[in-house]
Each structure stands twice: as structure tokens, then as C-alpha cells.
């Protein structure tokens, strides 16, 4: 999996400005993210809804940082600040504490002075752990790790980057936990006129 800070560096790495429509994407709120089986993962689907306004992207941005979705508002800067991003992994560490408890231990190597707190969280769907850093760079990340339980074989993480003085700051953690606390798993199937490659809306 990549830590919520490092999604961020790689965010701040790539200025891309491409001028695509996406007033059809903004228009549809259902956000659904697929995986396609591998080994012993079977497909998986993630699915949640947008905030009203905000941009749905999985193939174009998202895939060039390396990540499963990402959500925001505006023409996509590049930069990290309020874009929540979606990543999905195959679990190999026991707990989702010990996630938690490993993505802390890289935030704090990267920022020794950061600060760390717990996020309230409540997902009806699946076992899900919230924290808030607050990093000496005055940039909170907020992110939320999900379980969606052994058979599934993933966990999985959304995340935002939020500027500690943002004027919109509370406005964009209720609706950064709203996408959290509203995401579900279930089995992806691909069509049976698929080419076996999955899609994300």
C-alpha cells in the first residue's frame, strides 16, 4: 500500500492540466471503483457517492499517481490539497490497527514533528479506523482505513490532504468522512462481454 503521505508527494509531483468534460461524471454522484481478481483476491468493487459538484476521476489522473480513484472539486491541479483519493491493497498485515499502526510509523519518519490524533469514523458496512495528522508543513491528511473482512482479501484507504487554515477545513472533514462512512464492498464480476479489464465510474 502507499501511505497517505507518500500519495500526497506523488500528487505534488504531477501538474497535469488536461481540459477533459467530465460535467457528465459531476452530474452522477455513485462512485464505484473496480479491481479485477488476482491470485487469491477475487475482483472487488468499491463503491460510495461524491460530493455534490465534485469530479469522478479512475482512469486518467488517478491511474497516473498510482492510485484507485480520486475525487475533486475544480480543474485538477496536481497539487494534493483537498483531492481524496481511494487506494486499495491485498492485505497481508493481520489487523486493520496494524495498518493504521504502519502508516503512522512512515508519517512520522517522513515528519518526526508531525502530530497525530484519532478521526472518528462510523461505516455501517465494515470495521473502519480514522486518524488526523497534523503535519509541521500546516497540512493535515485525514484518512480512513477499511476491512472489508478476510474473504475479501484487501483493505483499503481514502485519504485528503486539507491546509490546516483552510477556511474550508471542517466543511471538507464532514465530507471527506461522509465518502468514508459511506463506502461499501462487494464481489466485482465482469461482464460476460468484458475483455477482463476492469472499469471504474
Known amino acids: 500500500m502507499a501511505s497517505v503521505t507518500c500519495v500526497r508527494w506523488m500528487l505534488a509531483g504531477l501538474l497535469l492540466c488536461a481540459g477533459v468534460s467530465m460535467a457528465a461524471e459531476q452530474a452522477n454522484p455513485a462512485v464505484e471503483a473496480h479491481g479485477a481478481s488476482d491470485a487469491n483476491v477475487p475482483g472487488w468493487t468499491i463503491s460510495t457517492t461524491a460530493p ?6 479512475c482512469c486518467t489522473y488517478a491511474s497516473a499517481i498510482g492510485v484507485n480513484y480520486v475525487l475533486y472539486q475544480g480543474e485538477w491541479t496536481g497539487k494534493p490539497n483537498r483531492v481524496m483519493v481511494l487506494n486499495v491493497w491485498p492485505s497481508k498485515l493481520p489487523t486493520l ?25 462510523n461505516n455501517p458496512h465494515m470495521p473502519c479506523r480514522g486518524v488526523l495528522y497534523s503535519g509541521s508543513d500546516h497540512t493535515d491528511d485525514a484518512i480512513v482505513f ?4 478476510k ?3 484487501i483493505r ?21 468522512k461522509e465518502v468514508a462512512e459511506h463506502s461499501s464492498y462487494a464481489t466485482f464480476v465482469p461482464p460476460s462481454h468484458s475483455t477482463g479489464k476492469p472499469a471504474a465510474h
Do not use: N
Open 151 to 153: 474473504v475479501a482479501g
Open 97 to 121: 490497527d496494524a495498518e493504521l499502526q504502519d502508516d503512522r510509523k512512515h508519517y512520522l519518519q517522513l515528519d518526526p514533528a508531525g502530530k497525530v490524533a484519532s478521526l472518528p469514523v
Open 52 to 57: 455534490t459538484g465534485w469530479t469522478k476521476d
Open 146 to 149: 477499511c476491512d472489508p473482512g
Open 156 to 176: 483499503y484507504s481514502w485519504s485528503v490532504a486539507i491546509g490546516a487554515t483552510d477556511p474550508m477545513r471542517q466543511q471538507l472533514l464532514k465530507l471527506f
